[in-house]
């Protein structure tokens, strides 16, 4: 979904963002509101609001199995919303080299969402635990399961805590002693059971084996 979809992002403001890599919704959800604030002069404070924003938005991948790969077939074949996929023929599946059935079920969790209060659609973080989450780290990024929603590419920072990692809704941290920490919803937590990606692993997943 385009920029300027989010209220008070004008040609103006999205052409500025443009320069810093962000010239989607998706970019905004992933964003460093202070980096893009000292490239693009925007304030950082409205930054953050659009980012807000952007998390507050129904897009493709807040659906179980749609990762960022899945969004861009979808995408070719005209289906840049929640609203577009809700209302999809399931016989254009194959023209996006999308199993039948499983886009049947993208669909109908789209006319879910669509239906559903805003209010209702996140999470609650005081449920996360190691019953119903899991990461997967992979180098500097890593999938997050909870509640059997699937979230991709999340950043994976090492070290110490600083205020940056914040900025993401969801973000992961290993410390100097290997701990691993998830950042969701604006609270950390230590007790979700967590799995490092091998060097095969890696390997087979840059190279496509």
Excluded: C
Excluded at 87 to 96: L, R, V, Y
Excluded at 177 to 191: A, H, P, Q, R, T
């Amino acid at each position: 979904m385009n920029i300027t979809e989010i209220k008070g992002i004008g040609p103006k403001y999205a052409n500025k963002l443009k320069r810093a890599g962000i010239k989607t919704v998706y970019d905004l959800r992933e964003m460093s509101a202070k980096k893009v604030a000292k490239i693009t002069g925007i304030g950082e404070q409205m930054l953050v609001k659009w980012k807000d924003e952007a998390m507050k938005m129904h897009l493709l991948t807040d659906i179980k199995g749609i990762g960022d790969a899945s969004r861009k077939k979808l995408e070719k074949i005209g289906i840049s919303t929640i609203e577009e996929l809700a209302n999809a023929n399931k016989k254009i599946a194959s023209k996006a080299g999308i199993s039948e059935k499983r886009f049947k079920e993208w669909v109908k969790e789209a006319k879910k969402m669509v239906m559903a209060p805003k209010e209702k659609r996140a999470v609650v973080a005081e449920d996360i635990g190691p019953k119903n989450a899991f990461i997967t780290i992979k180098g500097k990024r890593a999938e997050v399961k909870i509640k059997e929603k699937l979230h991709e590419n999340i950043p994976v920072y090492r070290g110490n805590i600083v205020d940056s990692m914040k900025e993401s809704r969801i973000a992961v941290n290993i410390d100097s002693s290997g701990n691993v920490k998830l950042w969701f919803d604006g609270k950390w937590y230590e007790n979700v059971p967590f799995t490092e990606e091998t060097l095969w692993g890696k390997i087979k997943r840059i190279f496509g084996g």
